[in-house]
C-alpha cells in the first residue's frame, strides 16, 4: 500500500467520492478510513501505518486535531499538518495568530463567563455575533439583536454547554448576508466563490445551501489568502473572508473544507486539484 492515501472521515460524503474518483487517473489509491475506529496510540500507529499519507477529512473539530497528532508523531504525512489543523479548530488561536501576523480579522472578544459577556456587549454593542469557539458548519453561530434578547441567549450558553461548549466569541455583525470562500490547495488560490444568505437565514455558510456565484480574483484578497499560509503553511483550505467599509476580513479557515458549492460556482475540479497535491506530496 505504499502509494495508497487514507481519506480519514466519519463518513463517505459528496467531497469524498469525489476524491476517490479523481485518484484513479492520479496514479494514486485512496481508501476510506473511519475516523471512530482507530484506536491510535502505538508508537507505529497501526491503524494508519501502511498509508503513504493522510488527509484528514474529519467533520468533528476534536477528532481531526487528535488523529493528526498521533500520525504525524509516527511519521506519516499528514494532510493538513497538525499545527495547522489545531488552529483552525480553534477560532480563538486562528484569530490570534493571524492578528499578530498583520492578517485583517473582525474585532472580537472572547467570552468564557457572564462576566465576560456583559464586559463584550458593552465594548461591542448589539447587534453582535455570538459563536462558540470550537465549531463548524454555522452551527450554534447566533445573531444577537439586542441586549435583552442576548441574556436570554447567554442563559441557554451557561445552562446547557459544558465548559469546553461554553467557551464563546463576540463579534461585530457585519451586514450584508454574504461572504467568499477562497479554495485553497498547496500555495494556490484554485477557486473563488461568493455566498449570499438565501433570505430564511441571515448566515451565508456553504454548508446552509445558500446562493452562490464565481467571482474574478481581487489582489487584496490574494494578499489576504498568502497573509493566511504564512501562518499557517501550505495545505488545503477553505478560506472565508467577510467585505467592509475598510476591506475583507478572515472570518475562519476550514481545514477539512467542503468543496460542493465552489466547484459548482467555478466550473472548477477541485478533486483532481487536491489528488495533484496529495500525490506532489508523496513524491
Not at 150 to 161: F, K, P, Q, R
Not at 165 to 177: F, H, M, N, R, T
Not at 220 to 231: A, C, R, S
Request: with cysteine; hydrophobic share 45%; glycine share 10%.
Amino acid at each position: 500500500m505504499e502509494r495508497t492515501v487514507a481519506i480519514v472521515a466519519d463518513r463517505v460524503g459528496w467531497e469524498e467520492r469525489r476524491l476517490i474518483d479523481a485518484a484513479a487517473g492520479l496514479g494514486l489509491s485512496v481508501e476510506w478510513v473511519n475516523d471512530e475506529s482507530l484506536a491510535l496510540g502505538d508508537q507505529e500507529s497501526a491503524s494508519l501505518g501502511g498509508y503513504a499519507a493522510v488527509l484528514v477529512r474529519s467533520r468533528s473539530y476534536t477528532r481531526g486535531g487528535l488523529i493528526a497528532t498521533v500520525a504525524e508523531a509516527a511519521r506519516i504525512p499528514t494532510l493538513n499538518t497538525v499545527s495547522a489543523i489545531q488552529a483552525c479548530e480553534n477560532k480563538l488561536t486562528l484569530r490570534a495568530q493571524l492578528r499578530a501576523a498583520g492578517v485583517p480579522v473582525p474585532d472580537f472578544r472572547l467570552v468564557l463567563s457572564r462576566r465576560d459577556f456583559e464586559k463584550a456587549l458593552a465594548e461591542l454593542p448589539p447587534p453582535v455575533v455570538l459563536k462558540p469557539v470550537f465549531g463548524g458548519m454555522g452551527k450554534r453561530v447566533t445573531l444577537l439583536r439586542d441586549a435583552d434578547s442576548a441574556h436570554s441567549v447567554y442563559d441557554y450558553v451557561e445552562d446547557l454547554g459544558h465548559g469546553f461548549e461554553q467557551a464563546s466569541l463576540i463579534e461585530p455583525y457585519l451586514a450584508g448576508g454574504s461572504s467568499l470562500r477562497c479554495f485553497v490547495v498547496g500555495r494556490e488560490l484554485v477557486a473563488i466563490a461568493e455566498f449570499h444568505s438565501a433570505g430564511t437565514d441571515w448566515r451565508s455558510n456553504a454548508a446552509l445551501g445558500n446562493r452562490n456565484r464565481a467571482v474574478d480574483l481581487d489582489p487584496e484578497v490574494q494578499k489576504i489568502v498568502d497573509g493566511v499560509l504564512d501562518v499557517l503553511g501550505e495545505g488545503i483550505f477553505g478560506i472565508d473572508l467577510f467585505a467592509t467599509p475598510d476591506g475583507y476580513v478572515v472570518n475562519e479557515v476550514n481545514h477539512a473544507p467542503a468543496f460542493r458549492a465552489v466547484a459548482s460556482a467555478t466550473g472548477v475540479d477541485i478533486a483532481t486539484a487536491i489528488g495533484r497535491y496529495v500525490r506532489e506530496e508523496i513524491g
